[in-house]
């Protein structure tokens, strides 16, 4: 049974506009969360993360929400650029330092 | 130049044989994993260890067996128990620490396994 849950497996968004990124997760011992970036036949790349402690994180056009209450967190890009066209992973840890990995939404931006 | 390696980028085997995926890291970090991604589909974990000599089983270990004989250094083996190993093996590694922060994964760049 799948913990976390990216519910979109592609997304469309036009250059300048904003990306909206979800994920869903179900347990709540999770306490901390973060987004990766990746391109086909590489590696992730850490993106940005969030503490359970916290419900907003920003760093430069990414902000990281976290809705603890409805197990809901979500990336933004703000402006969208052609160079963020990739796959985005979510993942949630444990205390256990194991994570947890979302089946990944393919984020395309238009110019 | 830190980071983490893994060899071969690609890897043939035939039906049959086991074979050993490379990973190594030189980011003084204690804890490594590995992940299979299959294509639609998200990370998931095969095995990870927290400490050298020490390893937990992940969510698909059966078929896969791996050492952690030295803290940059954490191979795993694809056996031929392993009923469908043709996949995109992904090795991680990051610091232990507890704190609420800074234990973000850092991947390998992978290694493409074909059971021919």
């Known amino acids: 049974d799948q913990q976390v849950k990216q519910n979109s497996p592609s997304l469309s968004v036009q250059e300048g506009r904003i990306s909206i990124l979800n994920c869903d997760y179900t347990?709540?011992?999770?306490?901390?969360f973060l987004w990766y970036k990746k391109y086909p036949a590489e590696g992730p790349t850490f993106l940005i993360s969030?503490?359970?402690?916290?419900d907003k994180n920003e760093d430069g056009r990414f902000t990281v929400f976290l809705n603890k209450s409805a197990k809901h967190l979500s990336l933004h890009i703000v402006p969208s650029q052609p160079g963020d066209s990739a796959v985005y992973f979510c993942?949630?840890?444990?205390?256990?330092?194991?994570?947890?990995f979302g089946s990944g939404t393919k984020l395309n931006v238009k110019p | 130049d830190g980071g983490i390696t893994q060899s071969p980028k690609y890897l043939f085997r035939k039906e049959g044989q086991n074979v050993t995926l490379s990973c190594e890291q030189n980011?003084?970090?204690?804890?490594m994993y590995w992940y299979r991604q299959d294509p639609g589909q998200g990370l998931r974990l095969i095995y990870y260890?927290?400490?050298?000599?020490?390893?937990q089983k992940g969510d698909i270990a059966e078929g896969y067996s791996v050492s952690r004989e030295k803290k940059e250094s954490f191979p795993l083996t694809v056996t031929s128990a392993q009923k469908n190993p043709t996949a995109f093996y992904l090795c991680?590694?990051?610091?232990?620490?507890?704190?609420?922060?800074?234990?973000?994964?850092?991947f390998g760049p992978g290694t493409r396994l074909t059971v021919l």
């Open positions: 969030i503490s359970s402690i916290k």
């Open positions: 260890s927290q400490i050298v000599n020490d390893f």
């Open positions: 347990n709540s011992m999770f306490d901390y």
């Open positions: 993942a949630a840890g444990d205390n256990f330092n194991k994570f947890y």
């Open positions: 980011l003084n970090h204690d804890a």
């Open positions: 991680a590694s990051s610091t232990t620490t507890n704190t609420l922060g800074g234990n973000e994964q850092f």
